[in-house]
């Protein structure tokens, strides 16, 4: 009986660690950026002369990306060497939430305006505009 309630308890709190660590996730990317849904990310990319960029790496860039994105692993947000115009919107996304957060935030600490900063929620799975591939 005990196995059983310990099984259960480990399940649980890994199941509240994984939703806690998904909610931060989500947060930080609403405090550093504009979370759009993906028919919001496609219509804002043919509307303006934004910056669209994939935070993947580029194995993953390479495979397939959004058209006129240019590849910028997160890494390189990181260390300060993005080459980014603060002038023009900037569009980011990649597979999940957690490398493009991690991009927008450095973006932020940097002195981006985090109106000009819009993240594909959803990750790049969501998009339904023109890819390469």
């Known amino acids: 009986m005990n196995l059983l309630v310990s099984v259960i308890l480990v399940i649980v709190l890994w199941i509240l660690f994984a939703a806690g660590s998904w909610l931060w996730i989500f947060l930080t990317a609403k405090k550093t950026g504009n979370l759009v849904k993906a028919d919001e990310f496609a219509k804002r990319i ?54 493009v957060t991690r991009a927008s935030k450095s973006l932020k600490k940097q002195g981006y305006d985090k109106n000009k900063i819009f993240i594909l929620r959803g990750g790049y799975n969501q998009y339904q505009g023109k890819t390469t591939k």
Request: aromatic share 8%; charged share 35%; glycine share 8%.
């Open 46 to 99: 043919t509307e303006e002369n934004g910056q669209i960029v994939d935070v993947r790496e580029l194995s993953a860039y390479k495979r397939s990306h959004i058209m006129g994105a240019r590849s910028i692993p997160s890494v390189n947000f990181t260390q300060g060497k993005s080459g980014l115009r603060k002038d023009r919107d900037i569009f980011l996304y990649d597979d999940r939430l957690k490398e």
